[in-house]
């Protein structure tokens, strides 16, 4: 997969999760939800900690802390991308998805802001997964997908030594 394809998709991930942030967060008040379907509202909410709001009450240096993580992953990131042969295609892809979601999520998010805007909510009758976003989205399924990967590919190495 090309260089600019591999960035691009992170291009496109933290574009589509900010545009999506900014319509939610311009059309609702805080907490207002609008049901979609059964078990799934837009519904604004604002975190200032980590995944599943660890941390949201810790008095605002985490969000510092939250940046600078983000950067150190980014960068981590984006090398691990450009060292990446052409055969790599899969694992590039979750490797960018990971990466649009940290700049969406976490950089562009807490920088500006100071917080993550999330709105997407599921939920089963009194049962709340905690409200999400884009970004999560996108790094939840490039994890998934670099786990199968690291899981289940067959490495071309062992089966020649076989």
Known sequence: MKLIYRYG?????????????????????????????PSFNITLAYNEGA????????????????IGISVIVSVCLIVWLFRMTREEKWLSVSIALILGGAIGN???????????????QVFYKNWYFPSFNVAD???????????ILTFFEKDENTEAKN
Do not use: C, M
């Open 106 to 120: 976490n950089l562009i998010d807490r920088v500006i802001y100071g917080h993550v805007v999330d709105f997407i």
């Open 137 to 147: 989205a996108a790094i939840t399924v490039g994890t998934v997908l670099l786990l």
């Open 51 to 66: 995944a599943f709001s660890f941390l949201d009450d810790a008095g605002g240096w985490q969000r510092w802390f939250f």
């Open 9 to 37: 998709i992170a291009v496109i991930v933290a574009i589509l999760d900010q545009i999506t942030k900014v319509w939610v967060d311009s059309k609702l008040t805080l907490h207002e939800q609008i049901p979609v379907v």
